[in-house]
């Protein structure tokens, strides 16, 4: 397997890490290089569930390098919990298959508390965001205010970036919100010995994948989020503040552009979405409700509930072609089983005018109109079906016309949140 990606196709929560879990097993490298905790990777082996943040989904497979890219939006405590969390349950973590980057930007207490307070200075008309502090991190990075891992492993280094970093903020906490200030003192202590346990995991990670890279050995991104949140081409402004989809690898990890392989476009057979913002196939009525609850779609980060409703073959063909997706893995294919009847999104309107494709921001989506098609649904259990020719024809209808309408092959079904639960259509893992 040469470098190949794996990215959401729809609003997150496609079950991304169940397949890099799988898909993992073919590679010598796992590597995220966007987002930061606000990911939650689901990943269930035997009875034991892994809900990973900010360690790659590949560390459950020994012998796998696991790398977190400089494009990663970094919370040093959280990322030390999950390792902590990880270690507890016996799975091994340490420096030879952890690496981190020493580019990574760092999330601070204010950041966090700023992501917060801008959601309440919105009301109405807030983002949803998991408040783990994402939008502000890369926020200053791109003022050039922020600071890195590699800084908090120099004391001499690291005081006065923050200082300077934790001035601003602080007039912005106490004179705009009115909130009490956060003491450098303690952060910077704190963050001191967050550096200290880090080190010998951080490193140019970059270059370290590109050798791998140069030696023919097999390389996965781990993308976040999902296609439809990416700051430029998703629902913006209720989107996450990182490229998500192939876009992001080069930028992100390091990465030549023009050595990336595969990319494999993750969706589920339904679709959801958590925050606020534009979802034209949700269903309010009951028909959603049932989604929530067979699919238990609940927040593996917030555990917010998610909004639920149809497949949207016009979002998810557009993601598939602006990531240039070269197949299609449909995931909680064994939820539909509970429906008589499926519904599939298949066009859009706006003021009686049927529009060509997805719109990408030149309509307003919340006022979209979306046209759909009914299919027939099967009722038989598909949850230890493992070949595509013991399903259901009706369940195989459904797939046919997910692929014909989104026009990139279907390469692999999963059936179940379990490591097995799995359909090969192509793509062997
Ligand atoms: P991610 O953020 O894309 O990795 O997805 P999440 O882990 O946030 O959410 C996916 C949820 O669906 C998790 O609870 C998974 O265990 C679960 N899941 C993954 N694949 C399947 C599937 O094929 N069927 C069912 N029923 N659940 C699945
Ligand atoms: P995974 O990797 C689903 C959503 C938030 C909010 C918006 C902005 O598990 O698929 P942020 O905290 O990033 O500033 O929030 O993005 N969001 C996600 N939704 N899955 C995720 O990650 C998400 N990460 C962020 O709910 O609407
Ligand atoms: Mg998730």
Redesign the pocket.
């Known amino acids: 397997m040469p470098s190949e990606c794996v990215f959401?196709a729809q609003?997150?929560?496609?079950g991304?890490g169940k397949i890099i879990d799988r898909l993992a097993v073919g590679a010598d490298y796992v590597v995220r290089y966007q987002?930061g905790a606000?990911?939650?990777?689901t990943v269930v082996v035997g009875d034991e569930k892994f809900v990973l943040h900010l360690i790659p989904s590949g560390i459950l497979h020994p012998g796998k390098i696991n790398v977190v890219g400089n494009g990663v939006a970094l919370d040093p405590e959280a990322l030390l919990s999950e390792l902590d969390g990880l270690l507890e349950r016996g799975v091994k973590v340490d420096g030879t298959n952890l690496r981190v980057s020493a580019s990574a930007h760092v999330i601070f207490d204010h950041h966090r508390l700023m992501?917060n307070l801008a959601e309440k200075w919105k009301g109405e008309g807030k983002?949803?965001?998991?408040?783990?502090g994402?939008?502000p991190c890369y926020a200053d990075k791109a003022s050039r205010t922020g600071v890195r891992i590699g800084d908090l492993l120099d004391a001499d280094r690291l005081a006065p970036l923050l200082k300077a970093a934790m001035d601003e903020k602080n007039a912005w906490i106490t004179t705009v919100h009115g909130e009490e200030s956060i003491d450098f003192d303690a952060q910077l202590k704190r963050f001191l010995a967050l550096g200290d346990r880090l080190r010998p995991f951080v490193g140019d990670v970059g270059g370290e994948v590109r050798r791998a890279n140069r030696e023919g050995k097999s390389i996965l991104f781990e993308g976040?989020?999902?296609a439809l949140?990416d700051i430029d081409h998703g629902t913006y402004p209720?989107?996450?503040?990182s490229n998500t989809g192939t876009a992001g690898i080069a930028a992100g990890a390091g990465f030549p552009a023009n050595q990336i392989g595969g990319a494999y476009g993750i969706a589920k057979a339904y679709c959801t979405?958590?925050?606020?913002?534009p979802f034209p196939t949700e269903d309010h009525g009951d028909q959603g409700q049932k989604l929530r609850d067979e699919g238990n779609e609940y927040?593996?980060?917030?555990g917010?509930p998610r909004r639920c409703g149809w497949f949207d073959a016009i979002a998810t063909q557009f993601t598939c072609d602006i990531n240039g997706a070269t197949g299609l893995i449909v995931t909680n294919l064994d939820v539909l089983s509970a429906f008589d009847t499926l519904r599939i999104g298949i066009g859009y309107s706006a003021g009686g005018q049927k529009l060509e494709g997805y719109p990408a921001g030149l309509v307003d989506l919340e006022d979209i109109e979306v046209n759909y098609e009914d299919h027939e649904g099967w009722d038989e259990d598909i949850t230890a079906v493992r070949k595509w020719d013991d399903l259901p024809a009706k369940a195989q209808a459904y797939v046919e016309r997910l692929e014909a309408l989104v026009g990139t092959p279907i390469v692999m079904l999963s059936v179940g949140p379990e490591r097995d639960q799995i359909i090969p259509r192509g793509l062997e893992a």
């Open positions: 959401g609003w997150g929560d496609e991304k987002g606000n990911a939650g990777h992501d983002i949803g965001t998991t408040g783990r994402i939008g976040a989020q999902g949140l209720y989107v996450t503040s979405r958590v925050g606020e913002g927040g593996a980060t917030t917010r």
